[in-house]
């Protein structure tokens, strides 16, 4: 529609998730008129993001080292493991402030129509850290959805013979909702009223 540079921002602003053509034109747009230092500093954090932020060596978590913030910090527990999908459910759960261990990411959710199995996830490394013996509780925080239940169930099925407490989040949570996007009250109750499974 538009010609070389500004049709190349909206087209790449396309394909970001949940930004459709009309907002990407908005973006876009806006960029044109925006202060430079307030374009330059967007672009630098583009940059930076890709540069220097990996995934924590032992929870998967998004880190700037080896280890994420939560994984080195002593004054956590080593005895309960918090299992979630994705990076942006362990900042929803630690907005909480309910809970004091440690997390796993796993990746996703286990997704039969879309091919993702147990191997896809991080399901193995967390047998690892299972396997080591200081973990007396695993708190299954997927999705309350259809995968985030099914990766639950999985869980618990293979959790349960080594003798480690399986819990999962009570409900209050919206079914079929994404944990993300409750509210720090729900998810905290939610926290609190965990059953056993
Ligand atoms: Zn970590």
Redesign the pocket.
Known sequence: MYEGAIQDLIDELGRLPGVGPKSAQRIAFHVLSADPADVNRLAGALRKVKDLVRF??????V?ESE??????DPRRTDEVICVVEEPKDVVAVERTGEFRG??HVLGGAINPLEGIGPDNLRIRELMTRLSAGTIRELILATDPNTEGEATATYLALMVKPMGIAVTRLASGLPVGGDLEYADEITLGRAFEGRRAV
């Open positions: 924590c060596t032992t929870c998967f978590n880190a280890q994420c913030r939560i994984c080195r440690r997390y």
